[in-house]
């Protein structure tokens, strides 16, 4: 599976009708769920010192590091700006050299939807293709409330799996809110799944002949943003993505 550019991040310390407006909660999941997973994802608390930031944000941690204490998506990306490819790095897997209360962090790749709080990646110890605590997570802020009950809708997608250089994986899922379906591809990936009155979407993915699933979230104003996961058995295929959509169609 081709890979892709971005920043390396390490943690430290239209017919359609309309509800209510979107409000701010946080939407997320991970790949691997297993309870002695290294990887935390969610709501953020209040948090003070070198990560001050507000209660209630898409954030990230591991069990190692302050026993997992989630840090903001958005702290970090201000912390390590974007390169050209918009993805944000550092990185510090293992490294004997680093601070002790750094140590042992792994390896994280991620990227942001457009303009919106809401961020997709991958987490492993090493960052190498062959570690098995290779993971894939999305975390956003402001899921829909407002879903289209009608129409349809095609997503540009981009996609992250075992960095290597080059560019995202890329894409597109087509959305038709009347049918509630969501199907398309990314990159060799293809996706086949049912999207729920809670603004999530579950189905199948597929790669080759390797069988999986498919979750994620919309966020936003009438669905205007999506992320989510792949899991696969083999979990170095686990791919995160994301993306917004076009005008949605009658």
């Known amino acids: 599976m081709k890979g892709f550019n971005i920043i390396a991040l390490v943690i430290a310390s239209c017919g359609m009708s309309l509800a209510t407006n979107a409000i701010a909660s946080v939407g997320s999941s991970k790949s691997q769920i297993a309870k002695n997973s290294d990887l935390r994802i969610g709501e953020t608390a209040k948090n003070q010192g070198a990560h001050k930031g507000p209660a209630g944000e898409p954030g990230i ?3 190692s590091i302050k026993n997992g204490k989630l840090i903001s998506f958005a702290g970090l990306t201000r912390m390590a700006p974007a390169n ?10 293992n490294s004997p ?7 042992n962090m792994g390896v994280f790749n991620f990227a942001q939807v457009a303009d919106a709080e809401v961020y997709f990646g991958e987490w492993s110890q090493t960052g190498e293709i062959t570690d098995i605590s290779h993971t894939s997570y999305y975390s956003g802020k402001d899921i829909t ?5 009608g129409g349809t809708a095609t997503y540009s997608i981009k996609g992250i799996n075992q ?3 080059g560019p995202l994986l890329q894409g597109h899922l087509n959305a038709d809110f009347g049918a509630k379906t969501l199907k398309g591809n990314i990159d060799a990936v293809s996706i086949n799944a049912k999207i729920k009155d809670n603004a999530t979407f579950r189905g199948l ?7 999986g699933k498919a979750k994620g979230h ?19 295929k686990d791919i995160a993505f994301g993306g917004s ?6």
């Open 245 to 250: 959509r076009g005008d949605i169609q009658n």
């Open 218 to 236: 919309f966020f936003g104003d009438q669905a205007k943003h999506i992320s989510g996961i792949t899991q696969f058995s083999d979990h170095s």
């Open 84 to 93: 050209t490819d918009d993805v944000h790095v550092i990185s510090m897997p």
């Open 61 to 63: 941690g591991v069990k």
């Open 145 to 149: 409330t407002n879903m289209p009950t």
């Open 205 to 211: 993915a597929e790669i080759g002949e390797l069988q």
């Open 97 to 103: 050299n680093a601070p002790k209360s750094h140590r």
């Open 163 to 165: 960095y290597a250089g």
